[in-house]
């Protein structure tokens, strides 16, 4: 699987070289729409010195880890939101007849080098987040960790998304609100939210555990919620649970799917 | 090598009210020994590429049994993709952007395919289908002639049991069919190849199928060689009176005693 993804990536980014200008622009003006965001965290700042109770090199830590899992997620798999496209053009046939699992086929079409400009721009908003915190070794280690649960997170909630279009071909959006939803609601801390909604994202689509529960215990703060301690722990559990459903989503549409007309 | 037992497929198609259901399939059965050329005809709609589709693991049926050069095609669908060539003759399977040889090159990776076999299989390839002057061309800027050539060669270079062609020669100038016609059937006559072909050219199924099923409102309406098929109608002339006669149920007005306007 990881092997078919390395090999059709390359073979894109092969092909994508042949217009190396395009490529640069691309990449420089997805690390530039995401600096703004930055700029607006800074504007922020300008204004008052804590949001919701927390500095700014919390603030841009909280938007680095977020925004690395997802640009990681959707730099790897994004393309599965793509898959009513597929349906309808009729190429989603085509890769259900050759011998690697299509999930992986579709997450690696028209991969492409540019996508790491919104990687490269969280990189460097962690970069200058991480020093400003006094981070000790006993809380850091949870820092990979979360990113990876992040990108779990999210990588599942892609391919939920993209199992849902099996059945909603009409309506690739819907899960939009989840995954580009999700990842602008984690750019800030959960606490500027009201308690329903971070209820909601802690039990039912678990995005709080992209970034704000493990945060909690990085930075080392009482949780604003009231929730339980445990619960910034929670983050791998939260990820394998939903990388499950999506799993079995995802094999229940292929199994539902209906292709087109010729 | 392919079995097909009482398979049923069915679509629901509107919304809400308007909601029904379509039988594209019905109770179909059939089978297909190593190394038998079939030709699989059918007016548009009667159920054919979803028969096909069905074959390769594309869709699930509703109910019944399909087994593909052994294999459950919904249950390994990848394992059986190394045992079957598929060619859609409406769509490419070939990557858009990329030139035919690095479509081919990726095919060699994703089929597992050993490198030396691989070489050799793709020379007698190229010259069987000359191939030569667009290697380097993106798929996208090849005629329609030499795209569907190279999704031929694509589903052949793994050296598949079974070749499932849809439409192989849908578009094609009489020359470039003729061409493609006598590939085919060499690579069933030298390799053995089981091949099952959907064709509304009954050019293709004169010159290439000994045997020729022919499916009508998703049932199985006719299962036997040309000469049977013939048989069916003695009257008309040439093999496409006979179909249509098949096709329509005898009520097609034939050439020359059309109804005077």
């Known amino acids: ?262 | 090598m392919i079995e097909v037992e009482r398979v049923c497929r069915s679509f629901t198609v509107g919304r809400r009210r308007a909601r029904r259901t379509v039988h594209a399939v019905q109770d179909l059965s059939f089978t297909v020994g190593t190394g038998e050329f079939v030709g699989y005809l059918g007016p548009n709609g009667a159920g054919k590429s979803t028969t096909i589709k069905m074959l390769t693991g594309v869709l699930a049926p509703t109910s019944g049994r399909v087994e593909v050069a052994g294999l459950d095609p919904t249950r390994r669908r990848t394992a059986l993709a190394r045992r079957i060539g598929v060619v859609f003759g409406q769509r490419t399977t070939l990557w858009w952007d990329l030139p035919l040889r690095d479509s081919f090159e990726l095919i060699r990776h994703l089929y597992k395919v050993d490198r030396t076999v691989f070489r050799s299989r793709l020379e007698e390839l190229t010259t069987l289908l000359d191939l030569a002057g667009f290697m380097n061309t993106p798929v996208r800027q090849l005629s329609l002639g030499q795209r569907m050539r190279g999704d031929v060669t694509a589903a052949l270079l793994h050296d598949p049991a079974v070749l499932v062609l849809d439409e192989p020669t849908i578009g094609l100038d009489v020359v470039s069919k003729a061409a493609m016609r006598e590939f085919l059937r060499r690579i069933n006559a030298e390799r053995g190849t089981t091949v099952l072909l959907t064709t509304h050219d009954l050019g293709d199924i004169e010159k290439l199928c000994r045997r020729v099923m022919l499916i009508d409102h998703g049932r199985l309406t006719f299962d036997g060689t040309l000469d049977d098929l013939r048989a069916t109608a003695p009257d008309e002339d040439s093999i496409e009176d006979v179909v249509a006669h098949l096709y329509t149920g005898g009520s097609m007005p034939r050439a020359g005693e059309a109804t005077p306007p």
Request: hydrophobic share 55%.
């Open chain 1, 1 to 262: 699987m990881i092997r078919t993804y390395i090999l059709l990536a390359w073979t894109w980014v092969r092909a994508s070289a042949q217009y190396p200008g395009s490529l640069a622009m691309l990449a420089i003006g997805s690390f530039a729409v995401n600096a703004l965001d930055v700029v607006a965290i800074w504007v922020i700042f300008e204004h008052t010195r804590s949001l919701a109770g927390f500095n700014r090199a919390e603030v841009m830590f909280l938007y680095g880890t977020s925004g690395l899992s997802f640009a990681l997620s959707d730099m790897l798999f994004g393309n599965v939101d793509r898959l009513s496209q597929h349906i309808k053009t009729g190429t989603f046939d085509t890769m259900l007849i050759r011998p690697a699992g299509a999930f992986v086929q579709m997450a690696v079409d028209r991969f492409g080098v540019h996508r790491l400009g919104r990687t490269i721009q969280a990189t460097v908003v962690l970069a200058i987040a991480m020093p400003g915190l006094g981070l000790s070794w006993s809380r850091a280690w949870m820092v990979p960790l979360m990113v990876l649960c992040g990108i779990v997170i999210f990588t599942s909630i892609f391919a939920l998304g993209g199992a849902l279009q099996f059945l909603l071909v009409n309506a690739p959006e819907v899960a939009n609100a989840f995954t580009y939803g999700g990842s602008t609601l984690t750019q800030y801390p959960l606490s500027v939210y009201g308690g329903e909604l971070v209820k909601g994202v802690t039990f039912i689509v678990p995005l709080a555990f992209v970034n704000w529960q493990p945060a909690l215990f990085v930075l080392d703060r009482p949780d604003p919620f009231g929730l339980p301690y445990w619960l910034r722990f929670a983050a791998p559990l939260a990820a394998l649970a939903l990388a499950g459903a999506a799993v079995l989503a995802w094999r229940a549409g292929i199994r539902r799917y209906r292709s087109t007309g010729s």
